[in-house]
């Protein structure tokens, strides 16, 4: 699926769908757990339980963040944002490096969070997200990058 990036106003449109990558992470990663369960020194009786509850929670995770909905995030010229046609009163785009985490608060108080993988934003998206997104201000703004945590 193609990042969707509206090229009609200044705004910044996003289009966002589950990561790939992670979908396929997730079952490794509780497969990684069940041998660190057998290499652990728990008792013989609870590793084997506890490495199929591992590998299960993992594809349990992994089905459920496939099926997760697509999303469009918008942000406007006036720096009010939009996800999936719902207007967000507080949103903030965190970056660690090329993964953009999005945490947005709707007009019901529900939190919003998305996590933009780079298979799911290109660089055009990144770029784009960076400059709509409202820049830091405060002492954080003061600090070198590497120092905000």
Excluded: N
Excluded at 30 to 57: H, R, Y
């Amino acid at each position: 699926m193609p990042e969707a990036i509206s090229r009609a106003c200044p705004a910044c449109r996003v289009a966002w769908r589950p990561s790939r990558w992670v979908v396929g992470v997730l079952p490794l990663l509780g497969i990684g757990g069940a041998f660190g369960v057998f290499a652990s020194g728990l008792p013989t009786g609870v590793q084997l339980p506890l490495a199929v509850c591992a590998v299960l929670w993992s594809l349990v995770g992994a089905w459920r963040e496939h099926r997760r909905p697509p999303r469009v995030f918008m942000v406007r010229s006036d720096q009010s944002a939009i996800l999936d046609d719902m207007p967000l009163h507080d949103h903030h785009v965190h970056w660690r490096g090329p993964l953009a985490f999005l945490r947005a608060r709707d007009g019901d108080g529900r939190v919003h969070r998305l996590a933009f993988w780079p298979d799911v934003l290109g660089a055009r998206g990144r770029r784009a997200l960076r400059l709509s997104s409202p820049s830091l201000t405060g002492p954080l703004a003061a600090q070198p990058h590497g120092m905000r945590g």
